[in-house]
């Protein structure tokens, strides 16, 4: 009798976002004045990341931009929410009113079955948008190489432990290599020109980037967060 593999909780979602809106964004990146060396949550440092970075949620000129890509990792979100619902109901009681009036726990096979509006709404009373960086790197020299996860203690009201998932779109995929290469599971997602990758963003899904070859990689990429306690915990 044979067993069921277990999941890994990566997910892929091809044709998330249009080949023209993957290369429009690659042209305004190219563009912009805005580049700047990438960082990691420790700072400046070459040896662990090795990019060209625009943290376009801090411009405004880009706004639009941030609703493209979120537009498309939303309606991957939804895809991952149904399938890992557990993501939202592990870690809250959650629960929604029935046609009686009576409030019900929500469960994982209820939250499967919510229609679109509804499952919009769960997400956001639970989850809400991190901000985007687009990433560019070059061809045999730019890379993610360190072994990193996405929840980390920092100075910044903790934000960085409210990551609930990473997500990547590529917008690229003319090079050799250049996986998002997951330690744990023992896994390489090879990139394809707007796919989307969603992963949980803990110390088991720990990852890196490889280094492309023959071609640069440019991606966009963010988290889903979970609400801040007194969002969630609001009276009302």
């Given at each position: 009798m044979?067993?069921?593999?277990p999941?890994?909780?990566?997910?892929?979602?091809d044709?998330?976002?249009p080949?023209?809106?993957?290369?429009?964004?690659?042209?305004?990146?190219?563009?912009?004045p805005?580049?700047?060396?990438?960082?990691?949550g420790?700072?400046?440092?070459?040896?662990?990341?090795?990019?060209?970075?625009?943290p376009?949620s801090r411009?405004?000129?880009?706004?639009?931009?941030c609703?493209?890509?979120?537009?498309?990792?939303?309606?991957?979100?939804?895809?991952?929410l149904r399938?890992?619902?557990?993501?939202?109901?592990?870690?809250?009681?959650?629960?929604?009113?029935?046609?009686?009036?009576?409030?019900?726990?929500?469960?994982a096979e209820?939250?499967?079955s919510?229609?679109?509006?509804?499952?919009?709404?769960?997400?956001?009373?639970v989850?809400?948008?991190?901000?985007?960086?687009?990433?560019?790197?070059?061809?045999?020299?730019?890379?993610?190489?360190?072994?990193?996860?996405e929840q980390y203690?920092?100075?910044?009201?903790?934000?960085a432990?409210?990551r609930?998932?990473l997500w990547?779109?590529?917008?690229?995929?003319d090079?050799?290599?250049?996986e998002?290469?997951?330690?744990?599971?023992?896994?390489?997602?090879?990139?394809r020109?707007?796919s989307?990758?969603?992963?949980?963003?803990?110390?088991?899904?720990?990852?890196?980037?490889?280094r492309?070859?023959?071609?640069d990689?440019?991606?966009?990429?963010?988290?889903?967060?979970?609400?801040?306690?007194e969002?969630?915990?609001?009276?009302?």
């Open positions: 044979s067993r069921m593999t999941p890994d909780f990566i997910e892929v979602y044709h998330a976002l080949p023209e809106a993957c290369r429009a964004l690659i042209e305004r990146f190219q563009a912009s805005e580049v700047q060396r990438g960082e990691t420790s700072g400046l440092d070459l040896s662990l990341k090795d990019s060209w970075d625009i376009i411009h405004p000129a880009w706004a639009d931009a609703a493209l890509l979120n537009d498309a990792v939303i309606a991957g979100f939804k895809q991952y399938r890992y619902a557990h993501l939202a109901l592990a870690p809250l009681k959650l629960q929604m009113q029935q046609p009686d009036g009576r409030l019900a726990l929500l469960d209820r939250v499967a919510l229609g679109d509006e509804h499952l919009m709404g769960l997400i956001a009373k989850f809400r948008p991190g901000a985007i960086n687009l990433q560019r790197y070059l061809a045999d020299q730019g890379g993610y190489p360190y072994w990193h996860c203690p920092k100075l910044d009201q903790g934000e432990l409210h609930a998932v990547t779109i590529y917008l690229n995929d090079f050799a290599e250049g998002t290469e997951f330690l744990y599971q023992g896994r390489k997602i090879t990139p020109t707007g989307l990758l969603i992963a949980p963003g803990g110390f088991t899904h720990t990852h890196r980037g490889n492309p070859r023959g071609g990689k440019y991606i966009a990429t963010s988290w889903v967060l979970y609400q801040r306690a969002s969630l915990f609001a009276p009302g």
